[in-house]
């Protein structure tokens, strides 16, 4: 059977279609099956009121007694997709189901169609990690643990994003070695800019730094301006914030802070194109990071990355291809020092814009992902 061939069940919880959605992977990624397998069906639902009211009640208690209870990762809301997605597939014929972030919607479903559960990270990996995933009640963190056992034990076929998100299926879940495969996230970009401009791509007398996110501190938003301020000492330099609005000197004209952009929005879209094409460098010392699709899309412009040896990072920044990584130890010094180098060398610097736009061709976008997903379904399949 070939790949093409195959009916696929797009699982998901929330409207796959809805570009705005989770950076708009599910869209990308519901379009890049549906070219790559032709028979896709999206099987999702509109967040019913009964988990709707579970989830404001974990919420409520949450603020009550300080302890948190996880609610993408609890047994009650489990069980309650399982029923409803268990109704949805009766009786109904897929080859395979294909979910993405979906241990709680996998967990407790009842089926006999073989499962692929594509994800960027487990709960054990992100307990403690992520401050969302902190200071859990034991009793979440014993469901969190459960849900996502359940869910990796039912799936035939494992998709990581990161060879971190892959070590932590293995060596908490004790997952199959063979189960496992590594896929990188692709770029959210709906048109790509010519490579031919990024080649043309040429300095000037200032250097351009963009830190997108909209948690600073997780992102390392505080490294990341006192980087700026130092390489001001050296060289004109600007930095421009993108996703939120921190408490800076606003009255510093170098420093441009937009506190939202819209890509779903034409003129959004464009106003993010112009900064990443116009950018020198993307500077995100970020403290916790399953993958950082920012970094693919960064890619795309040929904008190399500058960013931390933190979860799934490495998989997302191939060191010298297309950035950088330094120890999550690393301060301001360490990131100036390091884009400085760069950036007064210019066989380097234009070098290593060519090699990440080529990241980006060959390796960060959803036909190269869409393609490696067909390979391994058909391989899995065919054994």
């Known amino acids: 059977m070939s790949a093409r061939n195959f009916k696929i069940a797009y699982l998901t919880s929330v409207n796959p279609k809805n570009v705005k959605l989770f950076s708009g992977v599910y869209y990308y990624q519901g379009n890049a099956l ?7 069906e999206y099987v999702w639902i509109n967040n019913p009121v009964i988990i709707s009211l579970t989830q404001k009640f974990y919420n409520l208690y949450n603020r009550i ?17 399982g029923w409803i997605f268990s109704r ?12 993405d972030k979906a241990s709680q919607e996998l967990a407790y479903l009842k089926t006999s169609i073989p499962i692929v559960y594509s994800t960027d990270a487990f709960f054990a990996a992100i307990y403690n990690y992520y401050p969302s995933f902190s200071e859990l009640h034991p009793l979440s963190i014993k469901a969190g643990n459960k849900v996502e056992r359940k869910a990796i034990e039912k799936s035939k076929i494992i998709i990581c994003t990161s060879k971190w ?24 970009i709906e048109n790509v800019v010519d490579k031919q401009i990024i080649l043309e791509k040429r300095k000037s007398d200032t250097l351009k730094l963009v830190f997108i996110g909209v948690e600073w501190q997780r992102k ?13 000492r050296k060289i004109n330099t600007t930095l421009t914030i993108i996703g939120c609005n921190p ?3 606003k009255s510093d004209k ?7 952009l819209n890509k779903s929005k034409s003129e959004d879209m464009e106003r993010y194109n112009t900064i990443m094409l116009n950018s020198d460098f993307l500077l995100l010392p970020t403290r916790a990071e399953c993958f950082g699709i920012v970094f693919s899309e960064a890619s795309s412009f040929g904008l190399p990355c500058i960013s931390s040896d933190t979860g799934g990072v490495s998989s997302a920044i191939k060191q010298g291809k297309n950035g950088y990584i330094l120890p999550l130890s690393a301060d301001e010094n360490s990131y100036a020092q390091k884009i400085l180098g760069i ?20 390796r960060l976008n959803w036909n190269s992902w869409g393609f490696e997903i067909q390979k391994i379904l058909n391989n899995a399949m065919a054994g």
């Not at 549906?34 to 896709?40: A, E, I, L, N, T």
């Not at 390392?220 to 001001?232: D, P, R, V």
Request: glycine share 2%; net charge positive; charged share 20%.
């Open 34 to 40: 549906s070219k790559y397998f032709g028979q896709v």
């Open 65 to 81: 007694f300080k302890k948190k209870f996880c609610s993408s990762h609890s047994i009650l809301i489990s069980k309650l997709y």
């Open 88 to 99: 949805k597939l009766k009786n109904k014929y897929y080859d395979l189901i294909f979910a």
């Open 165 to 188: 998100a892959a070590n932590s299926a293995i060596n908490s879940y004790a997952t199959p070695v063979e189960k496992i495969n590594i896929v990188s996230r692709a770029a959210n």
């Open 220 to 232: 390392g938003g505080a490294i990341a301006y006192n980087t700026y301020k130092l390489l001001k």
């Open 247 to 249: 408490n800076l000197d």
């Open 254 to 260: 170098n420093l441009i802070i937009i506190p939202y």
């Open 343 to 362: 950036y007064n060398d210019d066989q380097e610097y234009y070098n290593l814009i060519r090699s990440t736009r080529e990241e980006y061709d060959t």
